[in-house]
C-alpha cells in the first residue's frame, strides 16, 4: 500500500509539474509571441528573417511540444538564434507626449500556466530594448501607419499552416494598430481563442473566406470589410427583386420599382411594406447576415446587411408584405444585376434656398465641393438659417467651411495615432479648426444627420457644433471615425479604422456615434408618403426654436 500511494505522488507531482498544454493554449501563445517579435525585436523588425517561414517552422514544432517545459525550451531556443539584443538607451527616455493606454496590453507575457519565469524576463527585456525608428513592416503616411513587406500566400485555402498564419497576421494588426480594440464586443484575446478552430476546421475556399470575414467582423468597426465576390455569390447571392427601399421600424418600404429588359410584371408596388422574407423577420435577416458584415453599432448593421436583403442565388424570393391594410404573401421573381433597367435619376442641387422668403438655406453636404463654397456663401449667407444636410458622406470641405462659418478657432477633436516605437500604444493631440473672423456666419446651423453620416462626415458634424448657434437633428451617427488603414489579408482586400478620434474632453465617439441634439428618426408612415421627416423637423425647429 505505502508503495502504491508513493508511485501515485510521483506520477501526480510529474503530470502537473509538466503542465500539459492544449492544442489551443500552444497556438494562442506562438500567435502572440510571433507578433510580439515581429514588431519588437530589432532583428526581426529590421526584416533580417523571413519571419512568415518561421511562423510556419513553429507551427509544425508545435506538435511535438505536449507541455509547458517543451514549450519554453521552444521559445527560448528560437529567441536566441534571432541574434543579440543590444541595450536601447533612447528606450529609456521620456518625451512629452500625452499616451492613450487603453489598447495596450502585455500582461500576457506574465501568465504562468503559459511562460516561465526565465521566458516572461526574456521577452520584457526585449520589450525594454525594443526596435525603435524604420520597421520593415510598417511604413508611416502622413498621420497614419500602413503594412508592408508581406507575403502574399493567395485567396485560395491550400493548408491549415497558411490559415493559421493569416489569422496571426490579422490579429496582431489589430492587437498593436487597431486604436479601438478595447471597444470590440468580445475582448480580443478571447477572439483569438475562439478563431483557432475555426480556422483548424477549413477545408475549401468558401469556408476560408468566411472564417476571415467572421474575424474582420469581430473588430466592431464599420469601416472595416473584407472584399470577397466568393461570399457575395455564394453567401448573398447574385439575384434580386428589382425594388429599391428604405428602412424603419424594422421593415423595408419599397420607394421604386424598377423595370427589366424582360418587360416582365413586378408584383410589388410603391408603399409595400416587407416585413418578412423567406420565412424569416428584417432583424432576423440582418442578424443572420451580420455574423459576416462587420459594424460599429445596430444601426450601422442594418445599414450596410440592408443592401443584401432582396439579394439570393434563387430564382424567386418569398416575401409578405403590409398593403392597404392587409398582409399579403407574395412570391416576386429575382434577376441578375445586368438585366434591370434604372432611370437616370437627376443630379441634387449643391444648394438652394428652400422657402418662398428665402430665408431658410440648404447644403447637400454629399455633392457640393471645395470649389464651390464661396460661391455657395455668397449666395446664402443672407439666409437667416442654412441647413447643411449630412447625411451622405461629404467631399474634404471641412477646413474651408470651418474658416467661413466659425468665429474663432476652437478644439473639435481629439485623435489618438499609433504610436511606431512601442508598439500597441497611441498618443494624444488635440486639432484646432477654423480662424478668427468677424464676418463668420451669425444665423442658425442645422445640421442633419442619421446612420449614413460616418468617418469625415461625422469629423465635419463635430466642426459645425462648434458655431455658436448650431443644433444638430437626426438620429445617431455610424460611429466609426478615423482615417483609415487599407490592406490585404489572405491577398483579399480589407481595412480598419486607423487613428482614435474623441470630443476634446475625451468622450468616445466610436460605436456610439454623434447624439443630435434632436433626435428623429424615418417612420413607415413617413416613408410611404415621401415625406422627409428629419428635413421637417429641422424646419419646425427653424421657426420655433423647439
Not at 527560448?76 to 543590444?86: A, N
Request: with cysteine; glycine share 6%.
Amino acid at each position: 500500500m505505502r508503495k502504491l500511494s508513493l508511485f501515485l505522488f510521483v506520477f501526480l507531482s510529474l503530470h502537473f509539474s509538466a503542465q500539459v498544454l492544449s492544442e489551443n493554449q500552444k497556438l494562442e501563445s506562438l500567435c502572440r509571441v510571433w507578433g510580439f517579435l515581429k514588431y519588437y525585436h530589432p532583428n526581426v523588425a529590421k526584416g533580417k528573417l523571413d519571419w512568415d517561414q518561421q511562423l510556419l517552422h513553429k507551427i509544425n514544432d508545435l506538435e511535438k511540444i505536449h507541455d509547458k517545459t517543451e514549450l519554453n525550451l521552444l521559445y527560448s531556443e528560437w529567441i536566441e538564434s534571432l541574434g543579440k539584443v543590444d541595450e536601447c538607451k533612447s528606450c529609456l527616455k521620456e518625451d512629452d507626449k500625452v499616451y492613450f493606454l487603453n489598447n495596450f496590453d502585455l500582461k500576457w507575457i506574465d501568465n504562468p500556466n503559459i511562460f516561465t519565469e526565465q521566458t516572461a524576463q526574456t521577452l520584457h527585456y526585449i520589450e525594454n530594448n525594443r526596435n525603435t525608428g524604420d520597421n520593415h513592416y510598417l511604413g508611416k503616411g502622413g498621420r497614419k501607419i500602413y503594412f508592408r513587406n508581406e507575403n502574399s500566400y493567395g485567396s485560395k485555402f491550400t493548408s491549415k499552416e497558411i490559415a493559421l498564419l493569416e489569422l496571426f497576421r490579422y490579429w496582431n494588426y489589430v492587437e498593436y494598430f487597431f486604436p479601438y480594440k478595447y471597444e470590440t464586443d468580445q475582448n480580443w484575446g478571447d477572439v483569438l481563442s475562439e478563431m483557432i478552430p475555426t480556422f483548424l476546421h477549413i477545408n475549401n475556399d468558401e469556408n476560408y473566406h468566411l472564417a476571415l470575414a467572421e474575424l474582420v467582423t469581430k473588430t466592431d468597426d464599420s469601416h472595416a470589410f473584407l472584399f470577397s465576390t466568393l461570399i457575395s455569390l455564394h453567401q448573398f447571392g447574385n439575384r434580386k427583386i428589382p425594388v429599391e427601399y428604405s428602412y424603419a421600424e424594422g421593415k423595408l418600404v419599397i420607394t421604386k420599382v424598377n423595370t427589366t429588359r424582360f418587360n416582365e410584371e413586378i408584383p410589388l408596388r410603391i408603399g409595400d411594406v416587407i416585413y418578412d422574407i423567406n420565412g424569416k423577420t428584417i432583424p432576423q435577416m440582418v442578424n443572420d447576415l451580420g455574423k459576416f458584415i462587420p459594424a460599429s453599432n445596430s444601426w450601422g448593421k442594418i445599414r450596410k446587411v440592408k443592401k443584401l436583403l432582396l439579394f439570393t442565388n434563387r430564382d424567386s424570393i418569398s416575401v409578405k408584405v403590409e398593403r392597404d391594410g392587409q398582409n399579403l404573401p407574395i412570391t416576386a421573381k429575382t434577376y441578375f444585376v445586368k438585366d434591370l433597367t434604372y432611370e437616370t435619376t437627376a443630379v441634387p442641387q449643391k444648394w438652394t434656398f428652400i422657402d418662398n422668403k428665402k430665408s431658410i438655406g440648404y447644403v447637400n453636404m454629399g455633392v457640393i465641393e471645395r470649389e464651390d463654397l464661396d460661391e455657395m456663401y455668397r449666395n446664402l449667407e443672407s439666409a437667416t438659417s442654412i441647413i447643411f444636410d449630412l447625411r451622405n458622406y461629404p467631399k474634404q470641405t471641412i477646413i474651408p467651411l470651418s474658416r467661413i462659418l466659425l468665429p474663432k478657432s476652437a478644439v473639435y477633436y481629439q485623435f489618438n495615432f499609433p504610436e511606431t516605437n512601442y508598439p500597441g500604444k497611441f498618443y494624444s493631440k488635440k486639432n484646432s479648426i477654423g480662424r478668427k473672423n468677424k464676418k463668420y456666419y451669425k444665423g442658425n446651423v442645422v445640421v442633419l444627420v442619421d446612420e449614413n453620416t460616418q468617418s469625415q462626415a461625422e469629423t465635419t458634424t463635430m466642426m459645425f457644433k462648434q458655431h455658436p448657434n448650431a443644433k444638430v437633428i437626426g438620429s445617431n451617427t455610424s460611429g466609426a471615425n478615423g482615417d483609415i488603414i487599407r490592406f490585404k489579408i489572405a491577398d483579399l482586400d480589407t481595412c480598419f479604422t486607423g487613428l482614435g478620434a474623441y470630443y476634446p474632453d475625451g468622450r468616445e465617439t466610436q460605436r456610439i456615434g454623434i447624439i443630435p441634439d434632436i433626435i428623429v428618426k424615418p417612420s413607415v408612415e413617413g416613408i410611404k408618403n415621401g415625406i422627409d421627416e428629419v428635413l421637417q423637423r429641422a424646419l419646425r425647429y427653424i421657426e420655433t426654436k423647439e
